[in-house]
């Protein structure tokens, strides 16, 4: 009897080792392939984003892509290094994008936008100052250190076709900058436009006024074109973040300072210390400040974050004037060339900013 019970005893600790192995073995085939394409910042809000995604245990962050944006190229790449090097996540390749909007005259644009409809911020992002000379420069002068790696020797066009033709139909792309890199992408390899899993940007203000322009929002007005061509590809799958969601979520001083003092790396610890929200919000109490990509981030870990969406047929204006880069949206009688994407109105704030805390704990 003694006998039979020891036997029973180890199946019983067999099977529940196996059921172990196949829950974890499950549990890793679930996690979901992405690409991140960004115009890097340091910390908020790109910053985070990444290193969300870089801690989620459901993500299999693929690479970072850099892009054209809020920053320059050679920036975006140093910030991206950087923050990876401090969450200990080098094994993530980050790869160095277009570094110009699609349109070659865009910053003219610019200026010209201006002088003839004296409209627009005063920010433009990179259109604002110089292009820094090399991301090693940019390393160097802002960290004083040497990188521990460097950025992966390849164009992030071609990382995004190689890595979606490897991974057929299981990958995401997060576009939260400009949409240069997707938009070439897409152009010199069709082929791959089926192969994507699904694309989620945070651009656009479809319901309430832009960021830059009273019509358009900051990514997309940069490159209008660029956004034009991916929102009108046929991907299975297209998830709009824009300010139509990210600016219901007020981003505070108490809060800023609550996640500043929750960061544990030193490294990530002075970039908040150092940054542009912090001075602001020191400067002005009660500053209200957005997490627009953090939203992006965080609706593709966690999707029952959504609380809210519409499904439209979307476009964007590339035509020069007043509206150059405002986010459409059709309820029916789709217009020629466009397609349909899900955007998202509404999220959980509460779970969400808990969501957001709990990651930055970690960094």
């Avoid at 005063?122 to 390393?139: C, I, K, L, M, T």
């Avoid at 800023?256 to 908040?272: A, D, F, P, S």
């Amino acid at each position: 009897m003694k006998t039979t019970n020891r036997i029973l005893t180890l199946c019983l600790m067999v099977l529940v080792g196996l059921t172990g192995m196949t829950t974890e073995r499950a549990t890793a085939q679930k996690k979901e392939k992405v690409i991140l394409d960004t115009d890097m910042v340091e910390v908020f809000d790109d910053g985070v984003a990444m290193m969300m995604l870089a801690k989620a245990p459901n993500i299999d962050l693929l690479g970072v892509t850099i892009v054209i944006g809020n920053t320059w190229v050679p920036e975006g790449t140093a910030y991206a290094i950087r923050q990876l090097e401090c969450v200990n996540r080098t094994d993530i390749p980050v790869v160095p994008g277009i570094r110009q909007p699609i349109y070659p005259n865009r910053f003219e644009t610019i200026k010209n936008e201006r002088v003839l409809f004296g409209i627009g911020d005063a920010y433009v992002g990179a259109a604002g100052y110089p292009e820094p000379a090399s991301w090693r420069a940019v390393y160097l002068q802002k960290y004083g250190r040497e990188p521990s790696i460097e950025p992966l020797d390849m164009k992030a066009v071609n990382f995004i076709i190689d890595r979606v033709k490897a991974n057929p139909g299981e990958v995401t792309i997060l576009a939260i900058g400009t949409c240069v890199n997707l938009a070439t992408a897409v152009r010199i390899a069709p082929e791959i436009v089926p192969l994507i899993k699904r694309v989620i940007y945070m651009g656009g203000s479809f319901f309430r006024p832009g960021n830059t322009t009273p019509t358009a929002e900051f990514n997309w007005w940069l490159d209008p074109e660029a956004a034009k061509i991916c929102v009108r590809t046929p991907f299975k799958e297209q998830v709009i973040v824009g300010l139509d969601v990210c600016e219901k979520m007020a981003f505070r001083k108490d809060r800023y300072e609550r996640i500043t003092n929750l960061v544990r790396n030193e490294g990530i610890k002075g970039m908040m210390k150092r940054n542009y929200l912090n001075v602001k919000f020191l400067e002005e109490p009660t500053y209200t400040h957005y997490v627009w990509d953090v939203i992006a981030a965080s609706i593709l870990i966690d999707p029952t974050l959504i609380r809210e969406e519409v499904k439209r047929y979307v476009d964007v204006n590339s035509q020069f004037g007043f509206s150059y880069g405002q986010a459409l949206a059709f309820d029916s009688n789709q217009p020629v060339g466009s397609q349909q994407a899900r955007i998202i109105l509404t999220v959980d704030e509460p779970r969400l900013w808990s969501m957001i805390e709990k990651y930055c704990s970690e960094f």
